[in-house]
């Protein structure tokens, strides 16, 4: 039996980037998060355990902001993959953390042929 309890919801940062990091994950033609090397100025595949460098969450009086940097699958429509990633993203963390607001940007860093 679901029941309403009073009170407010305080969410940090990391725990919506871990959430939004792991909805990616689930899209299809997504490989995985990147993380840009400002000195060699090429973007790196990030291993699972370390999701949170690829997204980027900051929060605003509209509401809450989210820049994912992935890297995806080389042949695959891009703009069909941003939507997909967009509203999954936003579904989770509506579901999950009760957000409404929620600004998705995505920003394709690198290709990667499939295996």
């Not at 999954?88 to 579901?95: A, C, D, M």
């Amino acid at each position: 039996m679901a029941s309403t309890v009073p009170g407010t919801l305080k969410v940090s940062n990391d725990c919506l980037a871990d959430l939004a990091g792991y909805a990616a994950l689930e899209c299809y033609g997504v490989v995985g998060m990147a993380e840009i090397d400002e000195q060699a100025g090429v973007a790196r595949l990030l291993p699972a355990y370390r999701l949170r460098k690829g997204v980027d969450v900051s929060s605003s009086s509209q509401g809450v902001c989210v820049d994912l940097h992935v890297v995806v699958e080389q042949g695959v429509n891009m703009a069909s993959v941003v939507d997909n990633l967009s509203a999954s993203v936003k579904f989770l963390l509506r579901q999950i953390a009760e957000l409404e607001n929620v600004k998705v940007t995505v920003h394709i860093e690198a290709m990667r042929a499939s295996r």
